[in-house]
């Protein structure tokens, strides 16, 4: 079993930058994908972006790409999702999950929320304009 708990957000000013840590435990956490979803008020929860249980390998939503970048430490039990150049659009919860990576996505990972079998309670990021 992996606990995740998020924590880093904030609020920024448009065009500043974040870098929320998400914190594992359990033994298990370098063998699993790890993403982060965001959740707009009023709307569903959405991918942002994945990293493979090596870090060799990432994926991104189109509306983040170029802009955010994510990345894991599995010595520190940890991952990170750096966010630069934030929008008033970024604003929203976010939640880092672990996915044990069922199939083979092809160059888009694992997008599903029910593909991700743990998550943390959320961080708020709210970037003002």
């Known amino acids: 079993q992996v606990q995740l708990v998020e924590s880093g957000g904030g609020l920024v000013q448009a065009g500043g930058s974040l870098r929320p840590p998400c914190a594992a435990s359990?033994?298990?956490?370098?063998?699993?994908?790890m993403g982060w979803f965001g959740q707009a008020p009023g709307k569903e929860r959405e991918f942002v972006a994945v990293v493979t249980w090596s870090g060799t390998s990432t994926y991104y939503a189109d509306s983040v790409k170029g802009r955010f970048t994510i990345s894991r430490d599995n010595a520190k039990n940890a991952v990170y999702l750096q966010m630069n150049s934030l929008k008033p659009k970024d604003t929203a919860v976010y939640y880092c999950?672990?996915?044990?990576?069922?199939?083979?996505?092809?160059?888009?990972?694992?997008?599903?929320?029910?593909?991700?079998?743990?998550w943390g309670q959320g961080t708020q990021v709210t970037v003002s304009s």
């Open positions: 359990g033994r298990t956490f370098s063998s699993y994908g």
């Open positions: 999950a672990a996915t044990k990576w069922y199939n083979d996505y092809g160059d888009l990972g694992p997008r599903n929320i029910y593909e991700y079998d743990y």
